[in-house]
T-cell receptor
Framework: SQQGEEDPQALSIQEGENATMNCSYK?????LQWYRQNSGRGLVHLILIRSNEREKHSGRLRVTLDTSKKSSSLLITASRAADTASYFC???????????FGKGNQVVVIP | EPEVTQTPSHQVTQMGQEVILRCVPI?????FYWYRQILGQKVEFLVSFYNNEISEKSEIFDDQFSVERPDGSNFTLKIRSTKLEDSAMYFC????????????FGQGTRLTVV
């Protein structure tokens, strides 16, 4: 199936530490996006990386994309309690108008 | 900052009843979507809408579902005869360009079918 799939992790880290989560997919993509969801709330777009890009930064976020391995990672540096949320990767494919979401990683940052 | 707004935030309905979920996308966006998330599960694509017609739909989006953009502002999802398994959080989203770009999501409508 053409869906992003995160490593099914629940991360619990101390404030100030880095959090890393991974996502894999099965067929060629146009781009891969990461979203954050606070409990019971909507999805907030974090970052988009295109298939011809290998790394992208946005503030404390760093995303990598390895198209040969069909995988991506999201790194949150110097985590804060406010980073506590679920993080989803979503893949977009050429020729269609939908995002395919993974199952999500729950991250808990302990103050 | 522009945002996608959804109403109601929570709706409880009897099985077999019709429900309409409402969304106001960001005003200059051209592509509109509905997704749903059953509790504890993945976010699933339902339908995309562009130029006043459905551009793509998933296998979930059967004859019980329909979408409409009645007045150039609102974007609605109708479920004609709700089932227990339709209980989920329904998210509306919009994007300026096609789905291969950043999508802005609303806060969701939690639908509970009893």
């Amino acid at each position: 199936s053409q869906q992003g799939e995160e490593d099914p992790q629940a991360l619990s880290i101390q404030e100030g530490e880095n959090a890393t989560m991974n996502c894999s997919y099965k067929t060629s993509i146009n781009n891969l996006q990461w979203y954050r969801q606070n409990s019971g709330r909507g999805l907030v777009h974090l970052i988009l990386i295109r298939s011809n890009e290998r790394e992208k930064h946005s503030g404390r976020l760093r995303v990598t994309l390895d198209t040969s391995k069909k995988s991506s990672s999201l790194l949150i540096t110097a985590s804060r309690a406010a980073d506590t949320a679920s993080y989803f990767c979503a893949t977009a494919y050429y020729g269609n108008n939908r995002l395919a979401f993974g199952k999500g990683n729950q991250v808990v940052v302990i103050p | 900052e522009p945002e996608v707004t959804q109403t109601p935030s929570h709706q409880v309905t009897q099985m077999g009843q019709e429900v309409i979920l409402r969304c106001v996308p960001i005003s200059n966006h051209l592509y509109f979507y509905w997704y749903r998330q059953i509790l504890g599960q993945k976010v699933e694509f339902l339908v995309s809408f562009y130029n006043n017609e459905i551009s793509e739909k998933s296998e979930i989006f059967d004859d019980q579902f329909s979408v409409e953009r009645p007045d150039g502002s609102n974007f609605t999802l109708k479920i004609r005869s709700t089932k227990l398994e339709d209980s989920a959080m329904y998210f509306c989203a919009s994007s300026y360009r096609e789905a291969n770009t950043e999508a802005f999501f609303g806060q969701g409508t939690r639908l509970t079918v009893v």
